[in-house]
């Protein structure tokens, strides 16, 4: 299977010249058509207001959501909105995942908040540690084969130093840990964790047995330099691990007994301010 990731920076920017505010939207469906991937998990999904560049801007009613459902073709995808404003129609924002529903049957669903945040007012973006984070959680049979997994995508708490996490960033990820633990069938998950795969944050994964794909592959940068206002802001200021700048804080976890790792590519297309992760895999054993 095919599995891609990726940080739409709600949605993208606008194109110049473009009134229509559909962003990269065209540009990201374009590469997942094409490209046929399996499962799809996108983090930083928005509707409305919640756009990367104007967050005041009511006059964009751009739907990124329902963008994707109607140009995505063969796919299916559920979203969850880990923020909405209710007195503005379609203002969220979120994480959602899509299936090949030619090759997946979707069995459930769950919505995880690993931090929760007062819907009634507006996301103090001055203070990040406050932005509501979880993650999406699809449980999918195969077509084929009968097998069951669950594929899980999400957005992890921001933190001002990639390679150095806080106790609050490993307290939220915690939850993650505790609802894998509770499942019976192998995972997916994909992951802005929005900190270094070294951090205690992340490897707390690997203690329950996940593979840290980023790890793995040594991969160490996530980050697109042409399209993050953040790059060169952020990384200037590490003298140790990341001189000529980058941050892996994009990741995909597997259940390690599960799945054999075929390949990881980095897709370096200037989609967003992330670039995509794209990993090709194989299931191995049976599973309830």
Request: charged share 25%; proline share 3%.
């Amino acid at each position: 299977m095919k599995i891609f990731h990726l940080n739409t920076e709600c949605n993208g920017r606008d194109k110049p010249g473009d009134k229509t505010h559909i962003g990269l939207l065209a540009d990201i469906c374009g590469v997942i058509n094409k490209s046929r991937f399996d499962l799809i998990g996108l983090q930083e999904v928005a509707g409305n207001i919640m756009f990367f560049d104007n967050v005041n801007d009511f006059s964009r009613k751009l739907d990124g959501f329902k963008y994707y459902q109607k140009h995505l073709k063969n796919y299916r995808g559920e979203m969850f909105k880990l923020f909405e404003v209710k007195e503005r129609s379609n203002c969220y924002w979120g994480v959602c995942a899509f299936y090949n529903f030619k090759k997946y049957t979707l069995l459930g669903v769950e919505r995880v908040y690993t931090h929760q945040y007062n819907k009634t007012k507006p996301i103090d973006f001055k203070n990040p540690t406050r932005t509501p984070m979880g993650f999406i959680s699809l449980l999918l049979k195969d077509n084929k084969t009968e097998e069951k997994f669950y594929f899980i995508t999400g957005h992890l708490t921001w933190g001002p130093i990639s390679w150095d996490d806080s106790s609050l960033q490993r307290k939220r990820a915690k939850k993650f840990v505790n609802y894998v633990q509770q499942l019976k069938n192998p995972v997916i998950a994909s992951f802005d964790t929005n900190v270094e795969w070294f951090t205690p944050t992340v490897t707390q994964f690997e203690k329950i047995g996940l593979l840290n794909v980023a790890k793995i592959f040594n991969i160490s940068n996530t980050i697109n330099p042409k399209m993050s206002k953040h790059f060169m802001r952020i990384f200037k200021t590490d003298k140790v691990t990341r001189k000529k700048g980058g941050v892996a804080c994009d990741n995909i976890f597997l259940t390690a007994d599960k799945y054999r790792i075929n390949s990881v590519v980095i897709n370096k297309q200037d989609l967003s301010d992330h670039f995509g992760l794209v990993l090709d895999a194989d299931i191995m054993l049976k599973s309830i």
